[in-house]
C-alpha cells in the first residue's frame, strides 16, 4: 500500500472510531463504502481495507451479505473487556504509584481540568473522549507503547459497549473518581490507587445493563385477563 492510501485509510480509521468513541455514531449503524467514498474523495477500495482494519479492531462487523456495521458487542465480550481492562489497569497504576513524576502529576492535574472544563459546558464528544483518554495517558507515562496502544483498543470497545447498553455512569461520577485517583499517585499511595481503579471499573460496569430481561412471548403478546 503507497503512502497517500495508507494515510487515506488511517483517516478514514480515525474518523470512525471517533464517531463511535465521542457517541456519534452508534451500534448497528450501516457504513455503506460508496458513501464514505464520496465523504473522503477516496476509491472503495481503500475504504474496504479501514473498514477490514476497523473490523480487526472489533468495532465493525463485516457480512458478505449485508455489508459493514458498526459491531453490537454481545453481553460476555462486554463482561470480558472490562475483566482484561482490570488485570491491566491495577497492574499499570500500581507500578505507576511507584515511579510517578511531579511532572507528570501536573500533567495528570491538567488533564482533569480539561475533564471538568468540558462537563461544565456540556461537550458530550470532549468529555467522553477527554474521560476515556485518562486511562491511556497513565499508561504512557509507564513509557510502555504496547500497553498504552493495548489500552487504547479496549478503551474503544469499552466506549461502544457503554452506547449499546446505555450506561448510566456519569460523566460526572467518572470524573470525580479520576480525581480520587490522581491524588493517591500524588501521595505515591499504591495500594489506595490500585483500590480506587478497581473501584472504579467495578462502577462503571456495574452501571452498564448487562443483564436486560427476556420477555416472556405468551405475557407480551396476550391481553392481560380482566
Known sequence: MGSASHGATERIVASIT??????????GTKL??????????????????????LSRDH?????PARGA???TPSVEEARQVFQVRGMLETAMVKALATSITDAQISQLRQHLQLEREA?????????????????VVLA????????????????????????????????EHSQDEHSRIVEALAARDS??????????????????????????LALALLPPTP
Open 140 to 171: 504512557r507515562m509507564l513509557g510502555n507503547t504496547v500497553l498504552a496502544e493495548l489500552l487504547n483498543d479496549l478503551l474503544n470497545r469499552s466506549s461502544l459497549i457503554a452506547l449499546m447498553y446505555q450506561s448510566s455512569h456519569s460523566a
Open 119 to 135: 462537563i461544565a459546558r456540556t461537550d458530550v464528544p470532549g468529555r467522553t473522549r477527554l474521560l476515556a483518554d485518562f486511562h
Open 18 to 27: 471517533a464517531a463511535i468513541v465521542e457517541r456519534r455514531l452508534m451500534p
Open 59 to 63: 468495532l465493525v462487523t463485516l457480512s
Open 32 to 53: 455503506a463504502e460508496q458513501k464514505i467514498a464520496d465523504i473522503f474523495a477516496v476509491s472503495r477500495t481503500i475504504v474496504r481495507q479501514a473498514l477490514n482494519q
Open 191 to 216: 495500594k489506595t490507587a490500585t483500590k480506587l481503579l478497581t473501584q472504579h471499573l467495578s462502577s462503571v460496569e456495574r452501571n452498564l445493563h448487562l443483564d436486560p430481561r427476556s420477555p416472556d
Open 69 to 71: 456495521f458498526v459491531a
